[in-house]
């Protein structure tokens, strides 16, 4: 009788999924919006400065931990989606990523912040490199190089447009901080369900628990390739932190211009040309954009320093676009410059360890500016991490000139 019940039973229709095409869009906007997410706060923090009253060096400990914590993910989950499979983990990070949206539109105090900020770090740790493999991977053969630029544009095209929404509603509106959070909440559940309903693009592979031990994974055949455009990775990065982290301080402290509106358009110039530039030279050969980008952005730090020395605003817009470009370039050559290097099974590990190159350079730079604003002064500080950026981009191109990128892959 029970087993004549059973089979009476309709079986369970499986979950209806997004075609190929719908859904190549759909992980593309989803990174992008996770990257919107992390450069909201930028404006909003010295606004919650000025309500709460905490010290100025937790602006730049927010922006920190955020790093830290996806640094801490993509070394131990960054390539679990390469054993599990890209849905399950991109699932659950999404959705780590509006539990950290929620906790943002309801902080009460500057410790749910980094709370916040650490959540959003886990998410994107964990969700970058599963996102950039699903993107290429749900693309068809004519879109591949197309997905390729998205990937590297969907950082700084996210933190650009975060950074400028963030800043506008922060300028026009009565409870700035609650609409950016709310929208961002909406924005996140519907990334959630777009990333439900879309396909798995891989087959789920062993050693799912081995790959949880903190590594960074990269095919042999790219190591020498990573090793060399690490400095131009680094130098791209120090410029990202910049505009994110120490900015929004230089112009308050320095050129009295305390408004949130300014410090969300200083980093959507800056990322928005990033972008920009990395979508404009995708037909181009990417070590040369990768040289070009290098250039462009040891020219924006020394816009940028200028600017600090001579007390001329202009300078500062010079350095966030030509500096913005040189991201977009330095970031995409890089990444066009390694995938070669990689089969589909280690893409994820790839793209990991391209984003801890990434993020260590964002990170830790940030916290140790920060430390140092309140003994020496924000413009000793802002020369300084500028001389930095100078100097790490000539490295950079000295390695690029060198030949060792283009030495053949064994």
Known sequence: MTETIAAQRPAARPLPTLSSTASFVASAATLASLFLAAGAPSPLLPIYEAAWGFAPWLLTL??????????????????LSDHLGRRPVLIAAVGVQLVALVVFLLAPSVGWLLVGRVLQGLSVGAAAGAFGASVVEHASERR???????????????????????????????????????????????????TV????????????????????????????????????????WLTAALFLGLVPTVLRQVFALPSPLDAGLAAAVAFGTAAVAAIASARLDGRRVMLIGTAAVG????????????????????????????????????????????????????????????????????????????????????????????AVAAIGIATHRSGVIDAPQS
């Open 144 to 194: 591949k190089r197309l997905a390729a630029v998205l990937v590297s544009a969907a950082p700084t095209g996210g933190l650009a447009l975060g950074a400028l929404f963030s800043g506008l509603i922060a300028q026009f509106t009565a409870a700035p901080a609650f609409t950016v959070w709310l929208t961002l909440v909406v924005v996140a559940a519907v990334g959630t369900a777009l």
């Open 62 to 79: 927010a922006f920190g931990v955020y790093a830290i914590a996806l640094l801490a993910a993509l070394l131990t989950i960054g390539a």
């Open 299 to 390: 020219a924006g730090a020394v816009f940028f320093v200028g600017s600090v020395l001579l007390g001329a605003f202009p300078l500062l817009w010079v350095g966030a676009f030509v500096g913005g470009a040189g991201i977009g370039g330095a970031f995409s050559g890089t990444i066009r410059s390694l995938i070669p290097g990689a089969h589909p099974h280690e893409r994820a590990g790839l793209f990991a360890a391209i984003y801890v190159v990434s993020y260590l350079a964002l990170g830790i730079p940030a916290i140790v500016a920060g430390l140092f604003l309140a003994p020496l002064g924000a413009t000793v500080v802002a020369v300084a991490y500028g001389v930095v950026i100078v």
């Open 197 to 236: 309903f879309s396909p798995e693009t891989t087959t789920p592979a062993p050693g799912a628990i081995a790959s949880l031990r903190p590594r960074v994974t990269v095919p042999a055949r790219a190591a020498r390739a990573f090793a060399a455009t690490a400095p131009v990775n680094v130098a791209a």
